[in-house]
């Protein structure tokens, strides 16, 4: 989706290890946001950021961590992943907090 | 805890006809929603939103109808084509939360048949 880039698109990883999911916008977005999709169920809240500097947890935050130490980017790390965060990553960005998301295309991760 | 959900996991229509695709919420605190679409491997993407001081709204073959006594919001797709086969969700900002985040529903599959 334009302005909303994330990466990588694909990964695996073994149970125990570590990685960092980016994400990118060109929009100068205050609001950042991480959500997952798992099958035949919405997408849920992970983390999210009102602004550079700031980080605040969603719905379902344990197992994960976040920065947002630029306002373009707004970072998703696994510190150990397990198989439960099997799923499908999202990021989205909006202006004011108010209004419709621009999301990203997804990063779809498997912990084996 | 209070959800924003669906009544149909699946909607098949012909082509042409006219969709309806319904929500259910239960937080009379939510003043805020939004209907997007989602295609197989891609980000959701925004179609309409409407606020909790309307009833209706209208887009490009769209319309979001918002009952609050029922705590009820439809999207209308009018003249459905194949291109509209996606899975739609409805999303709720929860004005209660002191979070400025949407909450989504499970989501609609729409398929349109030729």
């Known amino acids: 989706n334009a302005g909303v880039t994330q990466t990588p698109k694909f990964r695996v990883l073994k149970t125990g290890q570590s990685m960092t999911l980016l994400c990118a916008q060109d929009?100068?977005?205050?609001?950042m946001y991480w959500y997952r999709q798992d099958p035949g169920m919405g997408l849920r809240l992970i983390h999210y950021?009102?602004?550079?500097?700031?980080?605040a947890k969603g719905e379902v935050p344990d197992g994960y961590n976040v920065s947002r130490l630029k306002k373009q980017n707004f970072l998703l790390g696994l510190e150990s992943a397990a198989p439960s965060q099997t799923s499908v990553y999202f990021c989205?960005?909006?202006?004011?907090?108010?209004?419709?998301?621009?999301f990203g295309s997804g990063t779809r991760l498997t912990v084996v | 805890g209070e959800n924003v959900g669906l009544h149909l996991p699946t909607l098949s229509v012909q082509e042409g006809d006219n969709s309806i695709i319904n929500c259910a919420y239960s937080?009379?605190?939510?003043?805020?929603f939004i209907w997007y679409k989602q295609e197989s491997g891609k980000g959701p993407q925004f179609i309409i939103d409407?606020?909790?001081?309307?009833d209706k709204r209208q887009g490009q073959r769209v319309t979001v109808l918002l009952n609050k006594t029922v705590k009820h919001l439809s999207l209308q797709i009018a003249a459905t084509q194949p291109g509209d086969s996606a899975v739609y969700f409805c999303?709720?900002?929860?004005?209660?939360?002191?979070?400025?985040?949407?909450?989504f529903g499970s989501g609609t599959r729409l398929q349109v048949q030729p």
């Open positions: 999303a709720e900002n929860r004005g209660d939360t002191g979070r400025r985040a949407l909450t």
């Open positions: 409407i606020r909790s001081n309307m």
């Open positions: 937080n009379s605190a939510s003043d805020y």
């Open positions: 950021s009102v602004g550079e500097g700031t980080t």
């Open positions: 929009m100068n977005h205050e609001y």
């Open positions: 989205a960005t909006d202006q004011t907090g108010e209004y419709g998301y621009t």
